[in-house]
């Protein structure tokens, strides 16, 4: 595999990164992860926004221009032959020095790092058909969840509970004014369908604001349904109608149960489905 190690493209043996990296030793860093289908990238324009953002929130320097980073991931798709897959990115902090919890000169070059992965089939992933089974795990993440940075081990830790549990993935909830209240999943965000209407998380620093997300609400929108930017209680979850998660990587992905509550009939709700094609129609049409 071809991979891209600051500005150059490299086998993937050959990268490598100064163990010194903010990176590696502080989780000082940020990353986004850009679908691809057919060859091409899905909401890339979304992804580089918050790219920017999330940068920005962190006093890292963008190292390099839409214009760049686009002709960068095209050329890693193509080295890589990816038709369907991912292009994960990575920009961190850098480090020209030693540890020092004080950040580098402002002029530091940023680290960056990007490499493809290939997932045949990535639009029809059987799951789809049958749904997640969720666990709910308590969110304990710091208070900046909408900086999209690489501290991922909390979420992994909650991925891994989920598992052992014998879910598929873990929605983190925190305590609310009426019992406890979901934030997001541990990579998606997270909605319930009820009476019709498509309840989820408002945007705050207390989620990652998903570009699947605003994708997906303005397509319901779009086709007239109602959507509720709000807050949603575990209970109320347990007893929707439906409910489901957004990605970059799983797009519209159903979830038939809640810490072993079953949804309806336990199969995929139409609201679901119906957005997930919604979504990978019009995504489609718009990649570059
Ligand atoms: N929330 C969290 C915590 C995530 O990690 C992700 C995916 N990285 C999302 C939501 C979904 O965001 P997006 O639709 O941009 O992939």
Redesign the pocket.
Known sequence: RTVFVNGSYLPEAQATVSIFDRGFLMADGV???VSVLDGRLL?FD??MA?LGRSLDALGIAQPMTDTEWLAAQRRLVADNAITDGLVYLQVTRGNPGDRDFAYPPADTPPTVVMFTQSKPGLADNPQAQTGLRICTVPDIRWAR?DI?TVQ?LY?SMAKMEAKARDCDDAW?VEDGPTGKVVT??????AYIVKGGSIVTRALSND?????????VLRFAREAQMNVEERSFTVDEAKAADEAFI????AFVMPVVEIDGARLGDGQPGPVALRLREIYLEESRKTAI
């Not at 997001?184 to 965000?189: F, R, V």
């Not at 989620?207 to 994708?215: E, K, Q, V």
């Open positions: 990353y986004e992860v909401d979304g992804h918050r969840r999209k991922l979420p983190l997001e999943g541990t990579s998606n965000n989620i990652l604001h998903g570009i699947t997300r605003a994708a957004t990605s970059a990587s």
